[in-house]
């Protein structure tokens, strides 16, 4: 069974921070590199921030050196730490792993969880 479950999203002012929060299910957070995704009002869904098991980092360059993406493999959780946040980053945030999980052939996403900022 896949679980994603996001949270920790909310609204915040310009320059504001906040911190995500994923729990996701043993099966697919253990042996998988696993990202934040996050879809933004009229745009695709796009991935942001990508950690590998291994714990090697990446970042889309719209967040790159203001976001900072974590994981437990204790708690099969991952995070995404978010500073210095912009009125362009409003949108749903989600996880998953990277490529994104696949059941019966389609992406498989969770609720996600919505981020505003604005003033």
């Known amino acids: 069974q896949v679980q994603l479950v996001e949270s920790g999203g909310g609204w915040v002012q310009p320059g504001g921070s906040l911190r995500l929060s994923c729990v996701a299910s043993e099966n697919i957070f253990r042996s998988n590199t696993m990202g934040w995704y996050r879809q933004i009002p009229g745009k695709s869904r796009e991935p942001i921030a990508r950690?590998?098991?291994?714990?090697?980092?990446s970042y889309g360059d719209p967040v790159k050196g203001r976001f900072t993406i974590s994981r437990d493999a204790d708690k099969n959780m991952l995070y995404l730490q978010m500073n210095f946040l912009k009125p362009d980053d409003t949108g749903v945030y989600y996880c998953?792993?990277?490529?994104?999980?696949?059941?019966?052939?389609?992406?498989?996403w969770g609720q996600g969880t919505q981020v505003t900022v604005s003033s």
């Open positions: 998953n792993t990277v490529p994104e999980v696949l059941i019966n052939s389609r992406a498989y």
């Open positions: 950690i590998t098991t291994g714990s090697i980092k």
